[in-house]
């Protein structure tokens, strides 16, 4: 009994590649290669035929369509609503006003919408027009960053209590540093808006050490600005408990730091082999080779000319920590923590310089409340 596979010689692979070698014109029959020849034109007439068919019905022809063509439909589309965003940013810039609240967070909300845009379509986008496109975006959130400082003053990102003339510049420097995305972080201290490292409370220069300092009330709002330094340690693991404004790292090596709850920024300025636990309104990343963070985080976190980093949800605990984190308003998981900006990476595409930490490799919760204070 014969079995029928469904497939024809003609419907095969390898019957048309058969075919298409007996299609070759041959020098021994030329009646045969007359044949060929006429049947090969008549195939492309009816393709020609069908496509315009195609076309005059409406519908599109994904063979037929140009990278050209969308590109310029995508172009399009992301001006206007590029136009549209940029409209109304000025209208709340000329009048800045509380109620505009709202109308700050819809924006947020499109240029987000944006981004997205860009992401779906880089597939078929020049390299060039990626790269464009994503520029746009970052400028957007830059100019929706100002006009929300214009109606909103965060004052909670500002590392000076009450600065006096004589050190607006300087923060003012450290706020257009924290601003501007592009902008480089490999700056000196002094320009982040902090006093002089050398004198400023912290830890420093320890090696296989356990560090351990609480945060009174009296320190975030009596006489002390709150600000606190770690730099050059290896080999050692921080316990920072309470509440504290500012917190600067820089030179760490194979450390182990846990902070409850910083009310402004953490600065992150040369890291190798760490593991850091984390909650802040503000985190930015520099210079940082295969450390893990666990972050609770109001904004989205900032790396820069990093590489190997992976990220987890915020896992420490001690005796009042939800206390502190709910009067620093870090109350509540963001998320954001998954939510990585990358400043050296401007492709559509996911940076592979950072990744979300598994769960199977993540660390438990952490409970520092019965450490001595060691300062």
Known sequence: MTISTGVTRENSPFGRHKMEENDQPSAQDPAADAENLERKHAAMLERLSNRHQSRLSGKTDPNSATSFESTQLFLSQFSQSKLSIGSQLSRIRKQPDPTHKADLEAISLDISALEKLVAENSYFLPPYEVRTCLNTVVHLRQSLDEVTSLVIPKK?????????????????????????????????????????????????????????????????????????????????????????????????????????????????????????????????????????????????????????????????????????LAEANLGEETGNWANVDDFRWLRAVQSPNWSVLPECERMGMVDVSNVGISD
Do not use: W
């Not at 975030?220 to 920072?240: A, I, K, M, W, Y």
């Not at 402004?264 to 450390?291: D, T």
């Not at 980093?309 to 206390?323: D, H, M, N, T, W």
């Open 156 to 324: 909670k990102f500002s590392f000076k209590n009450k600065p006096t003339k004589k050190n607006s510049t300087a923060v003012a420097e450290k706020d257009a540093v924290l601003r501007e995305p592009e902008k480089e972080l490999n700056v000196g201290s002094e320009k982040l808006g902090f006093r002089d490292l050398s004198t400023a409370p912290g830890f420093r220069d320890r090696k296989n050490d356990v560090l351990v300092k609480e945060f009174s009330i009296n320190e975030l709002e009596g006489g002390q600005n709150g600000e606190f330094t770690l730099s050059n340690l290896r080999d050692c693991e921080v316990r920072l408990k309470g509440r504290l404004r500012a917190l600067f790292m820089d030179k760490l090596i194979n450390c182990k730091v846990y902070v409850g709850a910083v009310t402004g920024s953490v600065l992150i300025e040369g890291a190798e082999g760490c593991v850091f636990v984390l909650a802040s309104h503000q985190i930015r990343i520099h210079n940082a080779k295969n450390c893990d963070f666990y972050l609770r985080v109001r904004s989205r976190p900032i790396i820069e000319d990093s590489n190997g980093v992976r990220f987890a949800p915020y896992c420490l605990s001690y005796q009042g920590i939800e206390k502190d």
